[in-house]
């Protein structure tokens, strides 16, 4: 069973960073590439970031390029997204997924960004 376990949000201000950690199970994770997404509040799903599976390629929308860094760890069976100069349009949850349309995304891990 896949198991997609999210971390590493909270509440941080406009311009702030934060790193977020998905640990996954019941996949060959060294073999799957990893896509994070995220939902607003009102809003749908959005991917925000892909990484294949050795990890020596990634892609983000271009509401993100350049904020935003996806990496992960293949011994620990560990994705991250670093959140940089964070705006109020980031607020959302954050979910790593199997798909760019958040196919069997985790609990997710919510992200704040207020003065």
């Known amino acids: 069973e896949v198991q997609l376990v999210e971390s590493g949000g909270g509440l941080v201000q406009p311009g702030g960073s934060l790193r977020l950690s998905c640990e996954a199970s019941?996949?060959?994770?060294?073999?799957?590439?990893m896509y994070w997404v995220r939902q607003g509040p009102g809003k749908g799903l959005e991917w925000v970031a892909t990484i294949t599976s050795a990890g020596d390629s990634t892609h983000y929308p271009n509401s993100v390029k350049g904020r935003f860094t996806v990496s992960r760890d293949n011994a620990k069976n560990t994705v991250y997204l670093v959140l940089n100069s964070l705006e109020a349009e980031d607020t959302a949850v954050y979910y790593c997924?199997?798909?760019?349309?958040?196919?069997?995304r985790g609990q997710g891990t919510q992200v704040t960004v207020s003065s």
């Open positions: 997924a199997l798909s760019p349309s958040g196919r069997s």
């Open positions: 019941g996949f060959t994770f060294s073999r799957t590439p």
